[in-house]
T-cell receptor, first 114, second 111 residues
Framework: EAGVAQSPRYKIIEKRQSVAFWCNPI?????LYWYQQILGQGPKLLIQ????????DSQLPKDRFSAERLKGVDSTLKIQPAKLEDSAVYLC????????????FGSGTQLSVL | RKEVEQDPGPFNVPEGATVAFNCTYS??????FFWYRQDCRKEPKLLMS???SGNEDGRFTAQLNRASQYISLLIRDSKLSDSATYLC????????????FGTGTRLKVLA
């Protein structure tokens, strides 16, 4: 079974530039999550989709971050403009959507903002 | 107070040792509990779920104490390959179903 696919694996940009990350969840998984993991910390939820609808974006810095999940499959997370403190690993995860379901993570995108 | 708290470590233990990690959570309405393992520069992967009655998977034992709001993970006969960060995860249903991660506890098993 194919896992959660993410790209790019690494990205280096300068502050105030824009960047976009892509995620393809496991086929059939209704729920998709974007997490931010800063070095030395646990993953922090940025946004959660159920099919193509947003169910939780309370911790998404909406002045600079945006995300979409067109057709309820692939998702894109964008940062514009980036700040130094956005340097982190951005993890995409998916689950079937029911309670107690295991989360499957992609390998993440490591972002460095210089 | 953080929703999920863990001692960040690192815990440095010799091979063969027994090591235990604790995790406390602040919301008494938390429903489900998990331990995830994260290797350096890798994504988190589910290690085990935690049930009220306690559960065991080989050398790993997880326990839940709802009254005191803490979860524990015990690793017996530590192997070098157990070196990783162990993330405590708690779920909440408050309109949506949320997974909340702790900071993680780093374990180093030494030869």
């Amino acid at each position: 079974e194919a896992g959660v696919a993410q790209s790019p694996r690494y990205k280096i940009i300068e502050k105030r530039q824009s960047v976009a990350f892509w995620c393809n969840p496991i086929s059939g998984h209704a729920t998709l999550y974007w997490y931010q993991q800063i070095l030395g910390q646990g993953p922090k939820l940025l946004i959660q989709f159920q099919n193509n609808g947003v169910v939780d974006d309370s911790q998404l810095p909406k002045d600079r971050f945006s995300a979409e999940r067109l057709k309820g499959v692939d998702s894109t997370l964008k940062i514009q403009p980036a700040k130094l403190e956005d340097s982190a690993v951005y993890l995409c995860a998916s689950s079937l959507g029911a309670q107690l379901e295991k989360l499957f993570f992609g390998s993440g995108t490591q972002l460095s903002v210089l | 107070r953080k929703e999920v708290e863990q001692d960040p470590g690192p815990f440095n233990v010799p091979e063969g040792a027994t090591v235990a990690f604790n995790c406390t959570y602040s919301n008494s309405a938390s429903q489900s509990f998990f331990w995830y393992r994260q290797d350096c520069r890798k994504e988190p992967k589910l290690l085990m779920s935690v049930y009220s009655s306690g559960n065991e998977d080989g050398r790993f034992t997880a326990q839940l104490n709802r009254a005191s709001q803490y979860i524990s993970l015990l690793i017996r006969d530590s192997k070098l390959s157990d070196s990783a960060t162990y993330l405590c995860v708690v779920t909440l249903t408050s309109g949506t179903y949320k997974y909340i991660f702790g900071t993680g506890t780093r374990l180093k098993v030494l030869a």
